[in-house]
């Protein structure tokens, strides 16, 4: 079940951005027995760099990773840690 949220995460994050770099890893083991993690829902961490990002505020960059994931963060996604950057920014 996990491998298959982090292909869908995945896959929604490139359909959406096109990223020259991207990383989603499923942070859910470390959170056991949190309310989130009783409901079925995980916890990830997602880097990502993408043109789309270039001319956007950190808050704005999260906000189109949010949209980009649309139901999945009602269905699978309990919590998610989000650092978005444009390429050359780190």
Known sequence: MSNDRV???EARLIAAFSPSRLLVKDQSHLHAGHDGARDGRGHFDVSIEADAFGDKRPLARHRLVYEALGSMMET???ALRIKASAPGEN
């Open 7 to 9: 292909a869908r995460i």
């Open 76 to 78: 699978d996604i309990h």
